[in-house]
């Protein structure tokens, strides 16, 4: 139906919005690629201000200041974090297309986050960088013992035999938080 005649759409200008809907589809939510759930937010994030692109939300989940230290970790490293905001909603950040003037970032909630807790996440995030388990305890500020207690949780959670197949695991499954990640980039 067309909206500006209330009528509906001829045959050659239905093939031409058909051709067009991958180019339309690219300006509401940019970055996304094949497979990727919809976003609820796209944001470009620079170092002077964050402009949001599309939003379905009344809310950004991330703070301002948050926003900017995801757009520098993704842009760092990783590509995907996920994060419970204060109601208890968890999201998946992605970064996609990383400009040298900041990086468009894509939020989706997630409607199941999977067996994990957030602090075993912030563990699992750490240990798929490689960090032993003195070091994760340094970083986020509790025990060893702690840390060895969530890596041991996060195999079984996971099924993963030892600490190479779940940090294969946590980095073919975007397994981080911004917790891990900003620990990671101090």
Same mark, same amino acid.
């Given at each position: 139906?067309?909206?500006?005649?209330?009528?509906?759409?001829?045959?050659?200008?239905?093939?031409?919005?058909?051709? %067009?809907?991958? *180019?339309?589809?690219?300006?509401?939510?940019?970055?996304?690629?094949?497979?990727?759930?919809?976003? *609820?937010?796209?944001?470009?994030?620079?170092?002077?201000?964050?402009?949001?692109?599309? &939003?379905?939300?009344?809310? !950004?989940?991330?703070?301002?200041?948050?926003?900017?230290?995801?757009?520098?970790?993704? &842009?760092?490293?990783?590509?995907?974090?996920?994060?419970?905001?204060?109601?208890?909603?968890?999201?998946?950040?992605?970064?996609?297309?990383?400009?040298?003037?900041? &990086? %468009? !970032?894509?939020? $989706?909630?997630?409607?199941?986050?999977?067996?994990?807790?957030?602090?075993?996440?912030?563990?699992?995030?750490?240990?798929?960088?490689?960090?032993?388990?003195?070091?994760?305890?340094?970083?986020?500020?509790?025990?060893?013992?702690?840390?060895?207690?969530?890596?041991? $949780?996060? %195999?079984?959670? !996971?099924?993963?035999?030892?600490?190479?197949?779940?940090?294969?695991?946590?980095?073919?499954? *975007?397994?981080?938080?911004?917790? &891990?990640?900003?620990?990671?980039?101090?």
């Amino acid at each position: 139906m067309s909206s500006t005649h209330d009528r509906p759409l001829d045959d050659g200008s239905f093939l031409a919005l058909t051709m %067009l809907s991958h *180019d339309l589809a690219a300006l509401a939510d940019p970055g996304a690629e094949p497979g990727d759930p919809a976003a *609820d937010a796209v944001l470009h994030v620079s170092p002077a201000k964050v402009d949001v692109r599309s &939003a379905v939300v009344e809310r !950004l989940p991330l703070s301002e200041h948050e926003l900017r230290l995801a757009a520098r970790c993704a &842009a760092a490293e990783r590509t995907g974090f996920r994060h419970r905001d204060a109601d208890g909603v968890w999201w998946q950040v992605r970064a996609r297309a990383r400009r040298p003037d900041g &990086a %468009l !970032l894509r939020l $989706s909630r997630l409607p199941d986050p999977g067996p994990l807790t957030g602090r075993e996440l912030d563990v699992v995030g750490l240990v798929a960088r490689g960090w032993s388990n003195e070091r994760i305890s340094a970083a986020l500020g509790i025990a060893v013992r702690t840390v060895r207690s969530h890596v041991e $949780s996060s %195999l079984v959670k !996971l099924d993963c035999p030892n600490r190479t197949a779940l940090a294969r695991h946590a980095l073919e499954h *975007d397994l981080d938080t911004l917790s &891990a990640s900003e620990a990671a980039h101090r």
